[in-house]
Each structure stands twice: as structure tokens, then as C-alpha cells.
């Protein structure tokens, strides 16, 4: 049953006004997107584009949540090709200046797809990849579960998507759905836009039924927003079972194509193949009346929807999905056209739809008039959905290094998880840390952290494990989220965790491992969430070929070229551990600096970490001499800013020994310290410059060569290559990665320079068959600085 009201708070409003705010939203979406096509020439002859279709599609739902349902602190991602409709809903409540309206997909308007991170209102989640939008409300309310049970309780916010019903097409959704952090999540909303069409085709058959018994499988409340009042009403009048039915059974390709016939050929194609008792039903129903019977859908119908809604909140201790049944362009002469994914209304389409709102020229962007009831119901929910100002958050002090040292060889990822279980001994930053995997935390050394910290679980667990080795505790205090094995889990949970500052009032600071091949199994989600703005830590071990045991397929080599190159992240590869200590403190330093302050303002590297970490244990005695021979203070500095001298050949070269500088990161540096010293019996000069960021000096040189470029200057050699490498002379680059990742060494010095690097997949071996077969072994390194020198 549906009501003709609906409230907000305590007031009541009738659908009447509803309906009169839904038909301007329609008119200003689709405006938006005419505007961005027909009212602006930015002569490159690029076509703007824009989604009039899939907008109408959502317009009545996204007017029923904004005009009647949410609350200031509720969350919403927006599928991506409704932006026009967000606006146009923005606007409408005086969240966005009218100058954005015809300023869609324009340099600094209005971004295609909703963007937390480039658009001028706020956006709660990004969108545009399809799939990742969807399920990021549903890892945020992970994060809100968890910020609650360890900070105290936010006020209460409903974390809701708006989904494409061919969004559930991505494998994505059905990972985050299955996953037992994701259990029991009563606060999250899923509305499927269920209009049928993808952006090629009708979607084949029906496939409602198979989606919502996987969604029953996986413990959600399923809703059914499928039929108008006036069908409820059909289907109870006698005989009108049989019309249920028959609609129930028709595939969509039938079902659709309905659409853009006229009322007497409608009839005859939705009774195509009827059984008598529908034809019977349908014999006193004139054309034009059965035409907009058939194709009266819930998701248009504003009281439906709002049942819906209410009955998701109902529903306290499992997630709910509402399947609401839309028309694809509703209201527009486009309505459910199979080819208008894409599809632009003429300009005369849009005059007449301008004329039909009783609109002109000059009113056109007009806001809803104040004086009018509707005007004033939107005033009143503008009031209602503006946000308390935000608390002030505790300042996270994280030291610049725990300390950590170790007499013995040691791999980075061995000294990785001591610094977190350093980490979780100091105040000042224990209770933020959270550490997440996809069920590899054991195998990635997070065993230590989780011991001292438990693992997370909404309610206290018994163990049932007496293994004295690796407790598993787990309850509401536990500071280790586990996930299954989904790296896009865990890229779409580190992602909200790192956003918590933002959506949660919480700064977290937010670790996560993954086996370093599979960084790119998340990939999409990791670019995701730092393109959504969020900060956090990833460490990918064990990476590259040094892994050697392991074989071809679990060995990573391209991984370092993404995190050189991903925007918003900063890509470590130490090689010791206590410039990993320093590394690893200064990035968590950074990042709670970061989401300390307003959302927007930046820090000087505003972005995530990706550490690549290796196994690989090797001798720590030549990061201690550089140690001694340096001081604390300049070599902090110096790998912090991405690389060091670790052997400094000056002396020799000064003497006339012909110099050379071996440059390498990660788990490589024994050999290439082996090669320095073959080579230093051979008379030549071979400084070792162990790069702990290839990133930042990436970085720092394009940042003068982009100076020189805009300023038209000579652009200089930055500090943090100068101090690394002082003199001019070839270089060899030697990494357990893509030898391309850092072949740009050469060009940035302006010398000879020659890659060593991973081209080939591995295979298994020992780590001496390996390094052998990529050329990484000492004698390859000392050939390969032979050659550097012959180039000059
Ligand atoms: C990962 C990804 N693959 C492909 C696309 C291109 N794409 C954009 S929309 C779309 C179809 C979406 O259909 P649906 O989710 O049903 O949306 P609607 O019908 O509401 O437009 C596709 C394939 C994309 N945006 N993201
Ligand atoms: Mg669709």
C-alpha cells in the first residue's frame, strides 16, 4: 500500500510537490547534458557526450532519497552516468552555483562522473568505473562499524548506492557481497537501477531472479520496487493474476521492446503470444490507457519507492538491496529505446520538453520558487540534509622511527611487521592503526601486530585455537580486519578506511599486504580509492623473482613501473631495515597529517604508500657503515628523499680510477655491492646508490624539467639526485623489477647508462638460478658497468 505523503523529520509533504521537484530534476539533467553538447564549441571537434537516458532513469529515485528519505549524516554513491541528475539535485538545494550548470564535462565544471576529488560539491563516492562505485558504501560501513566499536558511536548514517542493474555484471559486487567482513552491515542500501539495458543491448532474459537469490545467499534483505500503483491496482482486480504472471514470465528483450510503439501496436506486442485470460483482463482497456499501464513501474512511483525505503530501514542486522524497475530516459521521447545509451535529444526534443514544464530561455535554470509550497519543502530539506559542523579530531603522533634494529640478515618484510609491532607499542599512533589482507596476513609477517592487537569482529568470538604461536583473538577490539582472498577487497577497504577521516569523523591509519604479483588483481581498485582521495599504506611482498622458489606465477615484475607511475600513490622499495623504519614512520606521519585537516586542503605529498618488500633476507652491516659514515640526521634525509650513497667510491675516482655508479633498489643490493668490489679490484671507481624511492626521484626531476618547460629555463639536476649521485659518470641500474622502471636514470643524469631487470616471466629456481637468468648475478652487474663505461 502507498501513501500520498512522505515526511521529513517531523513534516509531512505530498507526493504532488515530490512530483513536481522529480519533473524539474528531469528537465535540468537532461538540460546539463544539452548544454555541455549544443551550448558550448570547444572546437577540438571531440564529441561531449553525456547520458540523458540513464539519467531519467534515476530521476524519480534520486528525488524520492534526496526530497524525502536521507538524513545529514547519509552517504550516497551515484552510479556514474546519473551525475547529471546529482547536480541538477545540488543545485536545486543550494549546494552548487548555477554558473556549473552548463559547464558539464568542461575544464573545472562539472566531472563526467561523480568525483569526491575534482567535482565543486560534495561528492561522498566516486564513480565511474562500474562495479567499484557500487560496493564502496559497503566498505565504508565496514569502516563506520569499525570506528564505532574503537572511537564511540558517529551519529548514525545510512551508507546507500545507486547501481546500474549491468553494474552487477562485474565480479567485484559478488567479492564484496561475499565477503564475511561485509556481514550484517544494517545500515547499507543498495538501489539496483533496473532499467533493463547495458549500453549495447536489452540485458538477455530475465535475470532478476538468479541476482536476488545470490543476494538471499549471501544473508541480504531483498525488496522488490517493481510495479506502479496502477498495476497493484490491475493485479487486484479479478483475473489480474494472470497479467502478473504474464509480465513476471516476459523476458526483457519483449518487455522493452514496447517501448516506442505507439498505443495500438504496443497492445498488439505486449499480447503477442498471451494466454486467453490476459487478453480477457486486457479486452475493456483502451490502447492508450494499456500503454501506460504496462509500462507503470515502481521505480517511478515516488510512494512505492518510499515504501521500499522504509522497509530496508526496518531491517537493523543485514544489509538491504531494493530491486527498483525503472524506464531507461523515462519522460523523454528516448524512453526505452535499446541504442539510447549514448543517445543526445534533439534541440527541437528539447525545446518541446522545456515548453511541456511550462519553462523558457530565460527561466530555464531557474531554482524552484521559494514563495511556491514546493520551493519551500526544498528549502526545508536544503536545512535538513546540511551538515553539523565537523568535531575537531585528535592529533595522531607517530615517531619518526621505532628503533628497530636487527644484528642478523633480515628481509624488509620480516622488518615490516616488527616496526608495526614497534608501532603498536607507541600511544600516540597504536590506536589508529588498522591492518587488513587478503588472507595472506600470516604470510606477510602481520602475525606479530596481530597478536598485540586481535583481529576485528563486530562481537567477542571464543578461540577455539590453542596454537601458542599465532593467537587469533578476535572481538570488537581487535585492530586487524580480515578479509577473503579479494584483492579488490582489499583496495576498496583500504580506500574507505583511508577516507575515514572524511566519512567516519575517524583518521585511521590504515596498513594492508598483499602478495605483490596480485597488486594487480586489485589494480582497479586501488587506482579507485587514490583517485577517490584516500591515504593509507599497501605493502606488496614478496615481490620480484627473489621470491625464486615460488615460480613464474606468484613472481611480480611490472608492479614497480605502476607504483612509479600511479598518481596520488608514492612507490618505496628499501632495501634495509632501518631505512624501511624510517620510511614506514614518515609515511604514516604524512598521512595523518593529511586527514587531520579539511578535507580538500593537501600536504606537501598528499597520497598513499606502496611499499615492495622481498623475503629475501640480506646482511645489514653496509646500511650501518653508511650510517657511521654519514650520520643519523643526513642519511634520514637523504632516504627519505628516494636514494643514498651506500658505497661512496670519491676517493678512488678522485685518485683517476675511471668512476661509475651502480644504482639498485630492494633485495638486489648484495650482489651489486659484490660487483662494487670486483669492480674496485679492477681500478674502477663503482659508487653504490641504493634507491629507496624511485618515485620520488622520479618525481623531483620532473618537477624541474616541468619548471623548465613552463618557464622556459634551462631546468637543473634536483637535490635529490645531485646528493646521490655528485659527479657525472655512467650508471648501471640493477632492480629485481622491469628493467624499465628505471632506465629514465640515464636521461635524468645525462650519462650512459645500462638497465638490468626482470623482461621475461620467472620460473622457479634458486635465487643465484634466477639472478643468473635475468643477468642480476654479480658478474652480469660488473659486465654491465664494463659497457656503461665503454658508452661514454
Ligand atoms: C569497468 C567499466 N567497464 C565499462 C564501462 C563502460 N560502461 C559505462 S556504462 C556501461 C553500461 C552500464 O549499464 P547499466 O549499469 O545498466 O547502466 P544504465 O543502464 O543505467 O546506463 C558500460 C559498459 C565502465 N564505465 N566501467
Ligand atoms: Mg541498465
Redesign the pocket.
Known amino acids: 500500500m502507498t501513501t500520498s505523503t512522505a515526511r521529513n523529520g517531523s513534516a509531512r509533504v505530498s507526493l504532488a510537490v515530490l512530483a513536481e521537484i522529480e519533473q524539474r530534476v528531469l528537465w535540468l539533467a537532461t538540460r546539463i547534458v544539452d548544454a555541455a553538447n549544443h551550448d558550448r564549441d570547444a572546437g577540438d571537434g571531440i564529441k561531449v557526450g553525456g547520458?540523458q537516458?540513464?539519467s531519467a532513469?534515476?530521476v524519480s529515485v534520486m528525488t524520492a532519497l534526496y526530497f524525502a528519505h536521507l538524513d545529514a549524516p547519509d552517504k550516497v554513491s551515484v552510479?556514474?552516468?546519473a551525475s547529471p541528475v546529482f547536480h541538477a539535485i545540488q543545485y536545486l538545494l543550494g549546494n552548487l552555483d548555477r554558473s556549473y550548470l552548463p559547464m558539464l564535462r568542461a575544464f573545472g565544471g562539472l566531472q563526467s562522473y561523480p568525483s569526491r576529488t575534482k567535482d565543486p560539491d560534495a561528492v561522498d563516492f566516486s564513480t565511474?568505473?562500474?562495479?567499484l562505485g557500487a560496493a564502496a558504501p559497503l566498505f565504508a560501513a565496514v569502516t563506520r562499524r569499525y570506528v564505532d566499536a574503537h572511537f564511540g558511536a558517529r551519529p548514525k548514517s545510512r551508507f546507500i548506492a545507486l547501481?546500474?542493474?549491468?553494474?552487477l555484471d562485474?565480479g567485484n559486487i559478488w567479492e564484496a557481497i561475499a565477503d564475511p567482513a561485509t556481514d550484517g552491515l544494517g545500515d547499507v542500501m543498495w538501489i539496483v537501477?533496473v532499467?533493463r539495458?547495458?549500453?549495447d543491448r536489452v540485458?538477455p532474459g530475465v535475470r532478476i531472479a538468479q541476482w536476488e537469490q545470490q543476494f538471499t545467499a549471501a544473508g541480504w534483505h531483498v525488496v522488490e520496487a517493481k510495479y506502479g500503483r496502477r498495476l497493484q491496482e490491475a493485479f487486484a482486480r479479478p483475473g489480474g493474476t494472470a497479467l502478473r504472471d504474464w509480465i513476471d514470465a516476459m523476458p526483457n528483450e519483449h518487455y522493452q521492446s514496447l517501448f516506442g510503439l505507439d498505443a495500438a501496436r504496443m497492445r498488439a506486442r505486449f499480447l503477442e503470444g498471451a494466454p486467453e485470460q490476459v487478453r480477457q483482463f486486457c479486452r475493456p482497456v483502451g490502447d492508450a490507457d494499456l500503454a501506460v499501464l504496462v509500462t507503470d513501474l515502481a521505480g517511478h512511483d515516488l510512494g512505492s519507492l518510499l515504501q521500499a525505503f522504509g522497509e530496508c530501514d526496518q531491517e537493523k542486522s543485514r544489509p538491504s538491496v531494493v530491486f527498483a524497475y525503472t524506464v531507461?530516459g523515462w519522460g523523454l521521447p528516448i524512453a526505452g529505446n535499446p541504442r539510447n545509451?549514448s543517445a543526445l535529444m534533439s534541440s527541437a526534443q528539447v525545446d518541446q520538453l522545456r515548453e511541456q514544464q511550462g519553462l523558457t530561455r530565460e527561466t530555464e535554470w531557474d531554482r524552484l520558487d521559494p514563495m511556491t509550497a514546493t520551493g519551500q519543502w526544498v528549502a526545508a530539506r536544503r536545512e535538513h540534509l546540511a551538515g553539523a559542523p565537523r568535531a575537531r579530531q585528535a592529533a595522531i603522533t607517530v615517531p619518526e622511527s621505532t628503533e628497530m634494529r636487527s644484528g642478523r640478515p633480515i628481509s624488509t618484510q620480516e622488518a615490516f611487521g616488527r616496526i608495526l609491532v614497534g608501532l603498536s607499542r607507541a600511544d600516540g599512533v597504536a590506536p589508529y592503526l588498522v591492518t587488513t589482507a587478503p588472507d595472506v596476513a600470516t604470510s606477510t609477517n602481520l602475525a606479530g601486530f596481530i597478536n598485540r592487537k586481535g583481529v576485528f569482529s563486530p562481537d567477542a568470538r571464543r578461540d577455539w585455537s590453542e596454537d601458542s604461536v599465532l593467537k587469533w583473538a578476535e572481538g570488537p577490539g581487535g585492530q586487524h580486519i580480515e578479509l577473503g582472498i579479494s584483492e579488490m577487497n582489499l583496495f576498496l577497504l583500504l580506500g574507505q578506511l583511508g577516507l575515514s577521516f572524511d566519512l567516519s569523523e575517524q583518521p585511521l591509519l590504515p596498513v594492508g599486504t598483499v602478495y605483490d604479483p596480485f597488486v594487480l588483481r586489485g589494480l582497479?581498485a586501488f587506482i579507485y580509492s587514490v583517485y577517490s582521495g584516500a591515504r593509507f599504506v599497501v605493502a606488496g611482498t614478496p615481490s620480484g623473482v627473489s621470491l625464486a622458489p615460488e615460480g613464474g606465477a606468484h613472481q611480480s615484475t611490472i608492479t614497480a613501473s605502476v607504483g612509479l607511475e600511479l598518481p596520488n600513490v608514492t612507490f618505496i622499495e628499501p632495501a634495509y631495515a632501518a631505512a624501511l623504519d624510517w620510511l614506514m614512520c614518515g609515511a604514516l606521519q604524512s598521512i595523518a597529517a593529511a586527514n587531520a585537516v579539511v578535507p580538500g586542503a593537501s600536504t606537501a605529498e598528499d597520497g598513499s604508500y606502496y611499499f615492495r618488500l622481498t623475503t629475501r633476507s640480506i646482511a645489514q652491516e653496509p646500511f650501518q657503515a653508511a650510517r657511521d659514515r654519514l650520520g643519523d640526521a643526513i642519511l634520514r634525509r637523504q632516504v627519505l628523499a628516494g636514494a643514498y650513497r651506500l658505497v661512496d667510491a670519491a676517493e678512488a675516482a678522485a685518485a683517476g680510477a675511471p668512476p661509475v655508479y651502480l644504482a639498485a633498489s630492494g633485495a638486489v643490493l648484495p650482489e651489486v655491492l659484490e660487483a662494487a668490489a670486483e669492480l674496485s679490484d679492477e681500478g674502477i671507481a663503482a659508487t653504490v646508490v641504493d634507491v629507496t624511492s624511485l618515485d620520488r626521484l622520479y618525481r623531483a626531476w620532473q618537477r624541474t624539467l616541468r619548471h623548465g618547460v613552463r618557464t622556459a629555463t634551462a631546468p637543473s639536476i634536483p637535490g635529490a639526485l645531485r646528493s646521490a649521485f655528485p659527479g657525472r659518470a655512467p650508471v648501471v641500474t640493477v632492480h629485481d623489477a622491469a628493467s624499465h622502471a628505471m632506465s629514465w636514470l640515464g636521461s635524468a643524469l645525462g650519462v650512459p647508462a645500462v638497465s638490468l631487470g626482470v623482461d621475461s616471466f620467472g620460473q622457479s629456481g634458486a635465487v643465484a638460478d634466477l639472478y643468473r637468468a635475468h643477468d642480476l648475478d654479480t658478474g652480469s652487474i660488473v659486465n654491465a658497468a664494463l659497457a656503461a663505461l665503454s658508452l661514454r
Open positions: 547520458h537516458a540513464s532513469s534515476l552510479k556514474p552516468h565511474g568505473s562500474v562495479g547501481i546500474g542493474d549491468a553494474e562485474e537501477d532499467n539495458q547495458s549500453l540485458v531507461k545509451h582497479d
